[in-house]
């Protein structure tokens, strides 16, 4: 591939808030801090083989409140899911293709080139601090797991998922997400996109 041919990827990451009334919670709600829309240009070799890190590429802040009368049961579950437009023809472990510069004898990016990692302070998430990957169009990765037993705000330990909010206790409930994508020198040159859905919903 010549060394002047560049990959261009975009990453859209979106927030899903869930749809329905809340039955055992208050108000839920996903805040972001910083930019929803990553492109990462690639147009040397360092970057192609050591990849581009965005660290602090965005904040996410949960807020989830007691009813009027709170309920013990009262929990919440957060998680992300990769989005290539598969309705599009992409096949579902590759980036969806925007534009590809020449023919291409290779392959297109795999969704696995992506890499995230989520953490905060009192490492809440048991992926706390370590890159992830995507394989397939859908996989969900369970940054706070849905269904577990009720762990209380203030315990700073793995699985908080009681009420709370980040003003009251920043460290459990903000999560720092750096990105990391790491092509490498196989893939076809072009433009490529992608998105990372951030969910956040009550334990029902």
């Known amino acids: 591939m010549s060394p002047l041919k560049q990959t261009i990827v975009g990453l859209f990451l979106l927030l899903v808030l869930p749809f329905s009334a809340q039955i055992h919670c208050g108000n ?22 050591g990849g581009v890190t965005l660290n602090n590429a965005l904040t996410l802040r949960v807020k989830v409140d007691h009813q009027a009368v709170p309920d013990p049961d009262c929990s919440w579950f957060l998680n992300m899911e990769v989005f290539n437009n598969p309705g599009a023809g992409t096949p579902i472990d590759e980036w969806e293709e ?6 291409g004898s290779s392959d297109n990016p795999d969704l696995d080139i992506l890499e995230i990692r989520i953490r905060n302070t009192c490492a809440t998430s048991p992926l706390n601090g370590t890159f992830q ?16 037993p009720v762990t209380p705000a203030g315990s700073c330990t793995s699985n908080v998922n009681g009420p709370g909010d980040f003003n009251t206790n920043y460290d459990e409930f903000t999560f720092t997400v750096d990105i990391r994508v790491r092509p490498t020198l196989n893939y076809n040159p072009g433009i490529y996109e992608m998105s990372v859905r951030f969910h956040l919903e009550e334990n029902l």
Request: glycine fraction near 6%; aromatic fraction near 14%; avoid cysteine.
């Open 98 to 103: 925007l534009f590809q510069y020449g023919s």
């Open 133 to 148: 990957t995507f394989t397939n169009n859908g996989d969900i990765m369970d940054i706070i797991q849905s269904m577990l």
């Open 28 to 49: 839920v709600e996903l805040s972001v801090d910083g930019s929803t829309n990553a492109m990462i240009t690639f147009d040397d070799f360092s970057k192609y083989n």
